[in-house]
Nanobody, 115 residues
Framework: QVQLVESGGGWVRPGGSLRLSCAAS????????MGWYRQAPGKQRELVAT???????DYGDSVKGRFTVSRDNAKNTVSLQMNSLKPEDTAVYYC?????????WGQGTQVTVSS
């Protein structure tokens, strides 16, 4: 079992930036991939970005070019740099790690983008 704890959410104006971090309770080498998903009110949870231990990334279409996912296997962390934020990015963001087909989730952190 592994616990994932997110931090870094909050409120930001449109066009602003936020950085989310996710800390794992143990080494993350077996979590393949790790990444971020989000869920807005009344909508399904959707992919934001994932990254493998080798650094291969995948992004949801709506965030390509604005968000960057990174992973530090030595520190057991995965991060999400979010730039040029839009009101439609408002959601609860969840850290995810997959192991042998099982999904581990964090508790989520709220991101609100509004003026």
């Amino acid at each position: 079992q592994v616990q994932l704890v997110e931090s870094g959410g909050g409120w930001v104006r449109p066009g602003g930036s936020l950085r989310l971090s996710c800390a794992a309770s143990r080494n993350i080498f077996s979590l393949e991939p790790m990444g971020w998903y989000r869920q807005a009110p009344g909508k399904q949870r959707e992919l934001v970005a994932t990254i493998t231990s080798g650094g291969v990334t995948d992004y949801g279409d709506s965030v390509k070019g604005r968000f960057t996912v990174s992973r530090d296997n030595a520190k057991n962390t995965v991060s999400l740099q979010m730039n040029s934020l839009k009101p439609e990015d408002t959601a609860v963001y969840y850290c995810n790690g997959r192991q042998l087909g099982f999904n581990h989730w964090g508790q989520g952190t709220q991101v609100t983008v509004s003026s």
